[in-house]
């Protein structure tokens, strides 16, 4: 389990350079409230941040700096997990990613991707989207499960019943297949080298009584054949790298016609801005008689001045993108002959780049020939053909034993791989949490006062039954009811976590969910439900202060003072 400490964070968004610190297992219920754009909700990017360096909302990281102190934001929360105690801390301006554990500093010489990788696979053990799922329920970013790609759908319930292994063990098998693929095909290139070694060598056997000088002369004519084609094509290679040379120089100038474009594309865009901002301006002055800051009226005579000005700059304008016009035109030109020279170069180093490799090629042709010369001059009374011959026989019944071992494997591979697509072991395991979570969903939009029937089937598509209606989906009903449905399977996902112990965690956030679609009703039964969830720090969101205060154990009010938010507990 996953239990929640505290979550602390200075100069991150509206708050200044002192820590704002929340102690997440203080209280059972805990209300925060405070006006618009005071800071309540700082507390979900803050521990999205913390966890995952990304903020709940949609926001640039950037942003998350406050405007006035410009540096130094610090985010840490504090969590527990079994008998182990862990402390993450973030920072922007300076970058700042620790994990520590026990105290220590976890080893962070490992890139900060796999870092980020080793806290929520090792440590967390669940993405940001499962978090959001199960501890966060959001009004600003967060996507509902129901609003989730069949795809995103399956991840979450994959982290929630702790199957992801089979996924990372498919990604593994993959791996080892390629491997084995790769195995086999050099395999079969031994065999084919080593047959073909043997027919070689046969055949050497049966010519060993020819003369052994004629073979010698048949060789050195070979070579000396090979030689003149390598001499023949290192003129053609001469010619070909003088050809790109040349080529070459002749686009000296593509990057600095590639930069005068595009300052060139950026002066025209900028004009063009201005110009339209011109147009604003005179549109400005025919429609208004009186100016809209300090509401007097607008002198006519600098009415007409105004919009003589403007109209010069616009003419004055348009003559500029006219020479801007032609000297892009000129720039485009250069450009494409540019290119054009840049398509010969690559055409001609095609050519020089197989002329290279023909002769590699007849080199390595030369050198076996000169072995073989080698070999036929010290040759006595024996070849020694029959020996080789053994010993390449002998190689290739290894090779074919190994063949059938890489066979075998093969075939364990297939059938792993039947195992851990995802119609396999996991889909037989969700298939038996799907009732259980029927149930748990039912259970929850009862305690609700919301009476429908509520089924997610094994590849999660939802079905919705209701009394005097047939068939529904969720983008049937209205938004809150919906909300209901939203609420439920969250609470549904707590549950199933909690029954696997794969992501149960003692936090729960809701974010202004009693300030949105839920009617009164609504709101009073499912205040009902979170004061019955055991073991559960519970935060509400909430504008509703004045109506929920006296409901939850503790209340933290946040402010903003000369444009920095502050919490008050």
């Not at 507390?43 to 709940?56: E, H, I, N, Q, R």
């Not at 043997?198 to 010519?207: F, G």
């Amino acid at each position: 389990m996953i239990h929640f400490t505290s979550v602390r964070w200075k100069n991150f968004l509206s708050t200044g350079n002192a820590f704002t610190e929340i102690s997440l297992d203080a209280n059972p219920s805990t209300l925060i409230v405070g006006e618009n754009g005071a800071g309540k909700s700082t507390v979900l990017d803050a521990l999205c941040f913390s966890l995952y360096g990304k903020p709940f909302r949609k926001i640039k990281k950037d942003q998350l700096i406050n405007s006035v102190n410009g540096r130094d934001v610090v985010v840490e929360v504090e969590f527990t997990v079994g008998d182990k105690q862990y402390l993450i801390r973030r920072g922007i301006k300076p970058a700042i990613f620790e994990i520590i554990e026990n105290g220590k500093l976890l080893d962070q010489e490992a890139a900060a991707r796999d870092y980020q990788e080793m806290l929520e696979k090792n440590i967390l053990r669940l993405t940001m989207k499962s978090f959001t799922q199960v501890v966060i329920l959001g009004s600003s970013s967060f996507v509902p499960f129901m609003q989730l790609s069949t795809n995103n759908r399956r991840e979450v319930i994959e982290d929630l019943l702790d199957i992801r292994v089979f996924s990372s063990m498919a990604l593994l098998l993959k791996d080892r297949v390629t491997g084995a693929r790769e195995d086999y095909n050099l395999n079969e290139r031994d065999m084919s080298s080593t047959s073909d070694s043997i027919l070689v060598q046969e055949k050497l056997r049966k010519q060993q009584e020819d003369h052994k000088g004629e073979k010698i002369l048949e060789r050195r004519e070979r070579i000396a054949e090979l030689e003149q084609a390598i001499d023949s094509a290192m003129v053609n290679a001469q010619e070909e790298q003088e050809t790109i040379a040349q080529l070459t120089e002749s686009t000296d100038d593509h990057d600095s016609v590639i930069e005068r474009q595009r300052k060139l594309l950026a002066l025209e865009k900028s004009l063009t801005l201005k110009k339209a901002n011109a147009k604003k301006s005179i549109a400005f002055y025919h429609d208004n008689n009186e100016c809209p800051t300090c509401t007097q009226d607008i002198d006519q005579a600098i009415k007409c001045e105004k919009i003589d000005e403007k109209e010069k700059t616009i003419a004055d304008i348009e003559d500029a993108l006219i020479k801007l016009s032609g000297e892009i035109a000129s720039c485009e030109e250069r450009r494409e002959g540019i290119e054009r020279v840049l398509r010969q170069i690559h055409k001609h180093q095609s050519s020089l780049n197989s002329i290279q490799a023909d002769v590699r090629t007849s080199q390595k042709e030369i050198s076996i020939w000169q072995k073989e010369i080698e070999g036929l001059e010290k040759e006595t009374v024996s070849t020694g053909h029959e020996e080789i011959i053994k010993e390449l026989q002998a190689k290739f019944a290894d090779l074919l034993e190994r063949k059938k071992h890489l066979l075998a494997q093969r075939e364990m591979h297939d059938l792993a791989g039947i195992i851990l697509r995802d119609s396999g072991i996991k889909s037989r395991i969700i298939k038996q949490y799907v009732p259980v979570i029927n149930t748990l969903v039912n259970k929850y939009l009862a305690a609700m006062d919301f009476f429908v029937k509520f089924e997610l089937n094994e590849t999660f598509e939802e079905k919705i039954l209701s009394r005097h209606r047939d068939d529904f989906t969720y983008d049937s009903f209205s938004e809150g009811e919906k909300m209901r449905i939203d609420l439920s399977l969250l609470f549904t996902w707590r549950s199933i976590a909690r029954m696997k112990n794969s992501v149960n965690t003692n936090l729960l956030i809701l974010d202004e969910v009693f300030d949105a679609s839920l009617d009164a009703n609504g709101c009073d039964e499912f205040l009902k439900l979170i004061h019955n969830v055991e073991d559960t720090n519970i935060f509400v969101i909430s504008h509703k202060g004045d109506v929920l205060q006296d409901k939850f154990t503790n209340t933290l009010r946040f402010t903003k003072q000369k444009n920095f938010s502050r919490m008050i507990s």
